[in-house]
């Protein structure tokens, strides 16, 4: 019996007996307890309906005694020996079982035809240790198609001796029966996997099966009559069948390595692609070898990885096979044969090692008993070593990811500016503080030509934007830029730049914020000209004086040296003020709750103090309005008339000879309000609060247009809100400014 022949209906596949083996599809499980009792069914039919008939070829001659447990034999190795076939992409496993079955049915009585089908089934299924619910299936199929097989070819063949055309049809005719029978079952179970309708199945596969089954009733025939009529003929009888199972076989080899190649190259795409390295390894080499079982084990890891051919591409996690203990380390390959889970019978296990690091094995387990060939062993194992290699190369690559995202988290944080400009002058790197401090943020400054983001005040050097050549790589530069939004920047740059072959390649530029410091610095050297202008201002007229009272003196009437000495007695009136500001600025700190002011508050008529403080500027340019009533509050008057005098000569100084400054009186919102109104140049908005701030002038400190020292408005308000109370403004350009002091009534 060698003739290749295809198994009518195909037996239980893998996937749906592991689905059954759960339990965990119940219309699975109810559809083989259906089979089976069909099964069952038919042959106690087989047995009460036929009980003493003898076989379709009676009285071969052969002894019973050793033909039943000779066919028994017989069909087992049938079942055993399997045919792989190529049916499209698909590989079919087909078994001889069919053509045993016709010998079975042709030489024996029903009974024993029956037993001798069931039996040998029933010892393939225990020596290739099936799972048992597979096994369950098939023989309750093959019981029931195999008493319609013989219950047919009695009925029709009746029992006879000779191989007559009835025993032939009803040989025939039982095989297409027993084929449809097979294929019904098969498809009751297809149908709930796939989940289409069983009929559909038995109407797509019936052509193949039917035709496949009358080439296996050719066989089993033919062999029977040759055996029977010229058993020396047998030999020749198996050649041809030896010829194309051959041919097949080569055919099969030939496709296999036709899928191993492709899946090899889907490996080495894999392993040069670097992601999720060790999944596709593990499923392209399970694949590409046809193992039954691919895992992999990484070194000190309690998890394997494995995949299995019922799920091709589903990788799953669970502990590590027990048959790899020990081998995770093993640095050669190894074949196994022994304490194999069942079902397998063969493993090889491959070290996962190289690019200088060992990350543990991988082991690939079929069902064959066949050892896997040198060769093969040798390509498993250069498999294992580029998969440590891109193991490495994938953790090389996370390192340099790692250590150019914890660069740029370098580069980004920084409080300095960064910026990387290439050859061309372009940007490339340009980080969020220098983003703040250029007011351009990266994503628009990124790719754009330096010369073109910075725009630097036309008194700035423009070469100082990239002032690096080959013999100075490195030089700090101070640079004015002005921003978008018009605001001056002071900034160092200081540049390292690569050059190759006297190209400018690359210019690594930090950037500090010199503004800060450089306004101190200014307001410095402004303040050292202002105070300098301020003090020779009094002391010109002073000093002039002295020396005409010297030297003419005697000759001066009392009258002209009264007015020289009340001269002189103003202007060291003045540089005292002058004096005692600077000395109470430097005192009070920036905080307004900062000592250094004292201030003795007390209830005082406020009309009183503000007729003073207008006395004692005698100018005839100030018009007082509601001071005639007493307006009681608390304030330090001393403080107060000092506020007052500064608050009406700004007025004075900062507008027209020809122009008034009204000083009136209010109650409001709780507070005494004195109001000193101007029809001055005013100021400008954006100095409305600066104003107030030491040393704020709003003058140009160069031109100095008018004198001052940029503490008057700063000490006022101070003393203000050191009596609880405030100095406000109001102001427009061209229009006037109106100072509001405000003052707290008597509790
Ligand atoms: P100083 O008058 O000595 O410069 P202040 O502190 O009194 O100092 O004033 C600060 C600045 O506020 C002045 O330099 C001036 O520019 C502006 N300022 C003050 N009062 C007026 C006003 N009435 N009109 C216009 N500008 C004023």
């Not at 097979?182 to 796939?194: D, E, P």
């Not at 725009?455 to 100075?472: F, Y």
């Not at 530069?477 to 200081?494: F, K, M, N, Y």
């Not at 003073?612 to 330090?636: F, K, M, N």
Request: glycine fraction near 8%.
């Amino acid at each position: 019996m060698t003739s290749p022949s295809h198994e009518a209906g195909r037996p239980l596949p893998q996937r749906a007996a592991g689905a059954v083996r759960g339990y965990a599809a119940d219309p699975i499980t109810r559809r083989v307890a259906a089979v089976v009792t069909l099964g069952a069914a038919l042959g106690a039919v087989v047995v009460v309906v036929l009980p003493g008939r003898a076989s379709v070829l009676a009285g071969v001659g052969v002894p019973a005694a050793w033909l039943v447990p000779g066919l028994v034999v017989l069909t087992c190795l049938a079942e055993i020996t399997v045919v792989r076939l190529r049916h499209g992409e698909a590989v079919e496993e087909l078994s001889l079982y069919e053509a045993a079955l016709i010998i079975d049915v042709l030489l024996l009585p029903p009974r024993d035809a029956l037993l001798a089908a069931v039996a040998g089934l029933v010892l393939a299924s225990v020596v290739q240790r099936r799972p048992a619910v597979k096994a369950l299936f098939n023989l309750g199929t093959y019981t029931a198609a195999v008493s319609v097989l013989i219950l047919l070819a009695q009925l029709v063949g009746g029992a006879g001796g000779a191989l007559t055309v009835r025993v032939l049809a009803g040989v025939l005719i039982g095989t297409l029966a027993f084929t449809m029978v097979n294929l019904c079952c098969l498809a009751q179970i297809l149908a709930v996997i796939n989940g289409v309708p069983a009929w559909s199945i038995v109407r797509d596969e019936a052509r193949l099966s039917v035709s496949m089954a009358l080439g296996t009733v050719a066989t089993g025939l033919t062999t029977t009559a040759v055996a029977l009529h010229a058993p020396v003929l047998l030999p020749f009888m198996a050649m041809p069948a030896i010829a194309v199972t051959y041919a097949y076989r080569a055919a099969a080899r030939e496709a296999d390595e036709r899928a191993r190649s492709s899946a090899l190259l889907r490996l080495s795409e894999a392993l040069a692609g670097r992601e999720d390295v060790i999944r596709r390894f593990l499923v392209l080499v399970r694949e590409a070898f046809d193992a039954e079982v691919g895992v992999i084990v990484l070194s000190g890891s309690d998890v394997a990885l494995s995949v299995e051919a019922d799920e091709p591409s589903a990788v799953r996690t669970g502990p590590p096979p027990a048959y790899l203990a020990g081998l995770v380390e093993a640095d050669a390959p190894v074949q196994l044969t022994e304490n194999l889970p069942a079902g397998l019978r063969h493993a090889v296990v491959i070290p996962v090692e190289g690019g200088g690091g060992r990350f543990g094995a991988a082991a690939f387990a079929s069902r064959g008993r066949r050892r896997m060939s040198t060769g093969d062993v040798t390509l498993l194992a250069s498999l294992g070593n580029a998969l440590a290699v891109a193991i490495r190369g994938a953790e090389h690559l996370e390192r340099l990811t790692e250590e150019r995202s914890k660069l740029q988290a370098v580069v980004e944080q920084s409080a300095e500016g960064i910026m990387v400009v290439d050859g061309a002058g372009l940007v490339q790197v340009w980080n969020q503080a220098l983003g703040e401090m250029a007011g351009i943020p990266a994503a628009e400054a990124t790719g754009r030509p330096l010369s073109a983001l910075l725009e630097v005040p036309a008194d700035e050097e423009r070469a100082g934007l990239l002032p690096v050549d080959e013999e100075t790589p490195r030089v700090a530069t101070e640079l004015t830029i002005r921003r978008p939004d018009g605001e001056e920047r002071r900034l160092r740059l200081a540049h390292s730049a690569i050059f190759a072959a006297g190209e400018l390649v690359r210019d690594v530029v930090v950037i500090s914020d010199l503004t800060r410091e450089y306004r101190t610095e200014r307001l410095k050297s402004d303040f050292i000209a202002m105070v300098s202008h301020e003090l020779r201002t009094p002391l010109t007229p002073i000093l002039g004086y002295v020396d005409l009272l010297r030297t003419r003196g005697e000759r001066m009437t009392p009258q002209k040296r009264a007015d020289a000495l009340a001269l002189i007695g103003d202007r060291a009136a003045h540089l005292s003020r002058l004096v005692e500001d600077l000395l109470l600025a430097s005192r009070v700190g920036d905080r307004p709750d900062e000592a250094g002011l004292q201030v003795a508050v007390a209830t005082h008529d406020l009309a009183a103090i503000v007729r003073q403080a207008v006395g004692d500027l005698s100018s005839g340019r100030v018009v007082l309005t509601g001071c005639d009533e007493e307006w009681p509050a608390r304030c330090d008057p001393g403080r107060t008339v000092q506020v007052l005098t500064n608050l009406i000569g700004n007025g004075l100084k900062y507008s027209a000879e020809d122009r008034t400054v009204e000083v009136s009186l209010r109650r409001a919102a709780g507070m005494l309000h004195v109001d000193v109104s101007d029809h001055g140049r005013g100021i400008p908005a954006d100095s409305l609060e600066k104003v107030f701030e030491k040393f704020h002038r709003v003058e140009d400190p160069m031109t100095m247009s008018t004198s001052g020292t940029g503490l008057g408005l700063f000490i006022a308000r101070r003393l203000a809100r050191a009596m609880g109370g405030d100095v406000t403004l109001q102001s427009r350009i061209s229009v006037g400014s109106v100072f509001t002091l405000s003052l707290p009534p008597p509790d």
